[in-house]
């Protein structure tokens, strides 16, 4: 269990996909270049065996923006996307509704 005081330092924004490419070397991992508003950020997620790139063009996802950056396969990763396990699968969050890419998920 954490405190309500720890859950509140989570930063959780609305991300909009602009580039994907898959990472060299790995059958598991994604580049995305991705849309927080004010910024542009390069996440690594381990979704390629289930996404294609193509079909992530344009997709909103939220996105974890004050997570420390991780190396992986020589990348950093500047967050990390959400997505629920169900039955071993990722299956992408996002909004319900087209909000603007950056806004608060509180």
């Known amino acids: 269990m954490i405190s309500f005081e720890e859950f509140q330092k989570i930063d959780l924004r609305v991300g909009k996909i ?3 490419e898959k990472v060299e070397g790995t059958d598991k991992l994604l580049k995305l270049k991705v849309d927080l ?3 542009k950020r390069q996440l690594v997620a381990g979704i390629a065996k289930f996404y294609q790139p193509k079909d992530l ?3 909103e996802i939220v996105v974890v923006v004050n997570l420390e950056p991780k190396i992986l396969k020589g ?3 500047q967050g990390m996307l959400l997505a629920a396990d169900f039955e071993g ?3 992408l969050l996002k909004p319900d ?3 603007l890419p950056g806004t608060k998920i509180s």
Do not use: D, F
């Open 89 to 91: 699968r990722p299956v």
């Open 57 to 59: 063009i344009g997709r």
């Open 18 to 20: 602009v580039e994907v």
């Open 97 to 99: 509704a087209k909000v």
């Open 75 to 77: 990348i950093e990763s």
């Open 37 to 39: 508003g004010a910024e």
